[in-house]
């Protein structure tokens, strides 16, 4: 959500005139797009906002910006804690962002715009003031020319108590479904292959427009019939959400891929109960049953919590035979971070240790990894479909002789690394001579892997070989 939100805010201001620039030292607005999630997230910001006082002090005239929902959730206190900041700005508030910006360059005064409080007034007031901004968009501003995420939802009305998302995104909105094809189509006549429809529950999608009431599954089957897009994919879902009927949309709308995140947070029933997820680890466990049942070579990740209020060693065991259970393609785990003005702050005590909650997210990361490695190598021998986007990262960062992988081939030329992603989002690396580069990025391709790590697989490109001149699994 934040990386789209970037993408927008970028957009409008290179629409607005400015220029992105190569370094801090050519700058005349510095914007930091700001995470609320895990105080980490906020002490980077803060630091690096210290960092740019003696910058600001040479360049008065210059603007700093702090956006997203550190914004909204600290509001002011932004300005006590950097005065040099020049504008606070909530994620309901970035269509706004230009006008802004050129406002503060006229006046020399700080400007704060921020939504109101979910508690502050009427319903219909405090949706409102979460703005939905989701314009037609280039894909040349992105960091993927050929992938693109849309905004079909945004809010979330679960309140996990240990969340502060509900707080600084605001309520559940959904948006028309003939304004998420308008905007698709014009991300597939720029080129784009795959488009990942994202939400805070994006499962949880729901727009009645009088005469039809449009769920995701809806959205799939429109998209389907939109030229030039490849993949469908989505994120994130909310357990309970997961319907029989999405899932086997999931299995017979042909462009939806077999990628499903879903996070549980927690395999104690007590932990789950207390974090308020409206589930049980009984009830995932049957949702993992039914997706691998219904959906062939479904490929799920999840989130998990480590060291949430009160957690016990047979608490936490429960969730390392849950993530056992799941056989997860990879899951991404957190230790607790206490977040003010969520419920969690407020109702239970922050007692697990540091220590104890390291220890827990490296087991559990062990756990994980290994299941991740023994999936991966099921892959090796089999040929799959890249969708290839382009140089991989390790190559791109230096990109010299000793980055260039010498394979078998007719011609003396060397060969470059490049990455794509399955249909199932694993990520793919492989080797092509260097003048392939343009003529391969944005193709969908059949790679076979010779190898595998947890998180990439290792393969082979042959140029005689074609999606139409042979069957290619997932």
Not at 124 to 146: A, I, M
Request: hydrophobic share 35%; net charge positive.
């Amino acid at each position: 959500m934040n990386v789209l939100d970037s993408e927008l805010a970028a957009t409008s201001l290179i629409e607005a005139g400015y220029q992105p620039v190569s370094a801090k030292r050519y700058a005349d607005v510095i914007l930091f797009n700001t995470c609320s999630v895990r105080q980490h997230a906020e002490d980077k910001v803060y630091s690096a906002l210290g960092r740019l006082k003696h910058w600001k002090e040479q360049k008065p005239n210059a603007i700093i910006a702090v956006m997203g929902c550190m914004a909204q959730k600290d509001k002011d206190t932004i300005f006590r804690r950097a005065p040099h900041v020049d504008i606070v700005l909530g994620p309901g508030q970035l269509r706004q962002l230009p006008e802004i910006v050129k406002s503060v360059e006229k006046k020399r005064e700080k400007r704060l715009e921020i939504s109101l409080e979910r508690t502050s007034g009427k319903q219909s007031d405090v949706r409102k003031s979460f703005q939905q901004f989701n314009p037609l968009r280039n894909l040349r501003v992105g960091n993927n020319p050929y992938q693109a995420m849309v905004r079909i939802m945004f809010g979330c009305d679960k309140f996990c108590t240990y969340c502060i998302v509900p707080s600084v995104r605001g309520p559940e909105q959904s948006r028309p479904p003939r304004e998420i094809e308008a905007e698709i189509r014009q991300l597939a006549e720029q080129g784009c292959l795959a488009v990942t429809l994202i939400g805070q529950t994006v499962n949880s999608y729901r727009y009645s427009d009088g005469k039809k009431t449009w769920r995701l599954q809806d959205l799939f089957a429109m998209i389907q019939e939109i030229n030039g897009i490849r993949r469908i994919y989505f994120v994130t879902n909310y357990p309970t959400g997961m319907t029989d009927e999405l899932l086997q949309s999931v299995r017979d709308i042909p462009k939806v891929t077999p990628f499903l995140h879903v996070p549980v947070q927690s395999g104690s029933n007590s932990v789950l109960q207390r974090m308020k997820r409206h589930y049980t680890a009984e009830e995932y466990r049957d949702l993992l049953d039914r997706i691998y049942a219904t959906i062939p070579g479904a490929a799920i990740t999840s989130d998990f919590i480590v060291g949430f209020c009160g957690e016990t060693d047979e608490e936490f065991q429960q969730t390392v035979d849950l993530v056992k259970y799941g056989r997860f393609k990879n899951s991404f785990i957190f230790k607790y971070s206490v977040r003010p003005g969520t419920k969690a702050a407020e109702l239970f005590q922050d007692d697990v240790p540091d220590s104890v909650k390291r220890e827990r997210n490296n087991e559990l990361l062990g756990v994980q990894n290994a299941i991740s490695m023994e999936l991966n190598q099921e892959f090796v021998g089999k040929t799959v479909n890249v969708l290839v986007e382009g140089i991989s990262k390790i190559a791109a960062k230096s990109c010299t002789s000793s980055n260039l992988l010498q394979i078998d081939s007719p011609s003396s030329q060397p060969l470059v690394q490049l990455t794509g992603h399955t249909p199932c989002d694993r990520i793919v690396v492989f080797d092509a001579l260097s003048e392939q580069i343009n003529q391969l990025a944005g193709q969908i391709l059949p790679v076979t892997i010779t190898h595998a790590a947890p998180f990439t697989l290792f393969g082979k490109f042959s140029k005689e070989k074609t999606l139409d001149s042979m069957p290619v699994p997932s």
